[in-house]
């Protein structure tokens, strides 16, 4: 499988890069506050922690209209392709480590649910980068790029919160 940047033109039918606003302090947080486990990957849909920092109005005005938003995290340790998912809205994904996003289109799905895996593509996101990962694309748990495992803030809309909440 070739690896491609998020920067190629390749990753353009998949997502995009956020460019225009750093995310250092989140990504303090992320590394500093949230468990990264030796084998496997944990995925927690919110934290407290990253939904109070600036980023989080930055990501839910600019980002997602204003529409109330979650921010959790993904970290660990993966190195397969096991599974895909997609969402009905973009994800956002800020990576604290460099890691590796395994990605298809959702229109390459066969009728009997399966996908050619030959039709995935691999991504490197580079530590401090920020991108949306289009409601279209297929994605799972990012792949580790060194023995340190990875860290990866998970940015989707919350439709558990109000509307007329603002932070």
Do not use: W
């Amino acid at each position: 499988m070739k690896l491609y940047s998020v920067k190629d033109n390749e990753f353009r039918p998949y997502g995009r890069v956020i460019d225009g606003y750093d995310f250092s302090e989140l990504l303090t947080v992320l590394k500093d506050s949230t468990p990264c486990p030796e084998n496997g990957t944990v995925y927690v849909t919110s934290d407290e922690k990253l939904e109070s920092l600036k980023a989080a109005k930055f990501l839910r005005d600019n980002i997602y209209g204003r529409m109330p938003i979650q921010i959790g995290y993904c970290n660990g340790h993966n190195t397969k392709l096991n599974a895909l998912e997609y969402h009905r809205d973009s994800e956002i994904n800020i990576a604290a480590n460099d890691v590796i996003l395994l990605l298809a289109k959702k229109e390459d799905i066969n009728d009997d649910y399966s996908l050619d895996t030959s039709k995935a593509k691999a991504f490197l996101v580079p530590a401090g980068v920020a991108v949306e990962v289009y409601a279209t694309s297929l994605h799972y748990a990012p792949c580790h790029v060194n023995n340190e495992g990875f860290r990866v803030a998970v940015v989707l809309p919350n439709e558990n919160r109000d509307l007329n909440s603002r932070r």
